[in-house]
């Protein structure tokens, strides 16, 4: 049974929790695990394939690749982080088009100038409000279905104040955003004052980001603050550097793996992930030695 959409999922009363994922793999892991939706980071795309940091070096066809690339794979609704649409609201409407015809589920904007860096690093700078808001607004003039959810992000915090941001995020839901993403908050009494403003008029999502300015909460803590999603979106990056480098170091040490062998999975496990032995059998059914002629 295909997981419910996302619509269906926040009008439900369960919080969102979706891990960041960066490839088909990542998503395969998430679904397999049991989450209900996932995450395409931008940063984690940077992070992965580029080995650089999210400072707006990854492009809207690299993102488009990634989602078609997931989209073989899983049928995982997909929050996709799309920064600032690459441009402005021509550029927003060419992005939209692309990412939900490749199979994202929800469209993330945010409002930083070109280009952009990850919320969590100091030096960002914003387009105006209204410009935002235009950008917001050709996204859902671009979009195909009402099932494809458009995100508005702020950055505000960070560069004009909590209470401009909270202002933004005004006009953000005044121009028809399906949720908000009011980033970095710097401590629970900000994650309280914008649930208590939002929570009763639009879906709001948290980011959980290990080292940031926001403090690190659990989804249950979260749900009471008021918060319908929670991303996880560089966790999965993190942990995997953390056994990356360990595993190394252990090759680099003992000259093989068996030290780490408890820490790996066999090539039997791997092919059990990968479906492997579900994949062949689908393509014997086309083999000529199957059939006579």
């Known amino acids: 049974m295909s997981p419910s959409t996302l619509s269906e999922q926040l009008a439900g009363d369960d919080t969102i929790i979706a891990p960041g994922v960066f490839d088909a793999f990542s998503a395969a892991g998430a679904e397999q695990a049991g989450f209900q939706a996932a995450y395409l980071s931008g940063a984690s795309i940077a992070y992965c394939r580029f080995g650089r940091p999210d400072i707006g070096l990854v492009s809207m066809r690299e993102v488009a690749d990634t989602i078609a690339d997931i989209r073989e794979r899983v049928d995982l609704p997909l929050f996709v982080d799309a920064d600032t649409g690459f441009g402005n609201a021509l550029n927003v409407q060419r992005t939209v088009k692309l990412f939900e015809r490749n199979g994202a589920n929800c469209i993330q904007l945010e409002d930083q100038t070109l280009p952009k860096r990850c919320g969590h690093l100091t030096g960002k700078a914003l387009v105006s409000a209204a410009e935002a808001a235009g950008k917001i607004k ?16 702020t950055d505000a915090i960070a560069v004009e104040g909590f209470d401009a941001a909270l202002e933004r995020a005004e006009r953000y839901l005044e121009a028809g955003a399906d949720i908000l993403f009011i980033e970095a908050p710097n401590d629970e009494a900000e994650m309280k004052a914008l649930t208590l403003r939002f929570r009763d008029r639009v879906p709001l999502l948290a980011n959980m980001v290990e080292g940031g300015f926001t403090p690190m909460f659990d989804a249950e803590k979260l749900t009471a603050l008021g918060y319908r999603i929670v991303i996880f979106p560089g966790g999965l990056v993190r942990a995997r550097a953390h056994m990356e480098r360990e595993y190394f170091a252990s090759l680099k040490k003992h000259g093989w793996n068996q030290p780490f062998r408890n820490r790996m999975l066999d090539l039997k496990s791997l092919n059990e992930t990968l479906g492997t032995a579900d994949i062949l059998a689908v393509g014997a059914q086309y083999d000529a030695a199957a059939h006579d002629d």
């Open 138 to 153: 050709a996204a859902l003039d671009a979009r195909q279905s009402a099932e494809t959810l458009i995100m508005a992000r």
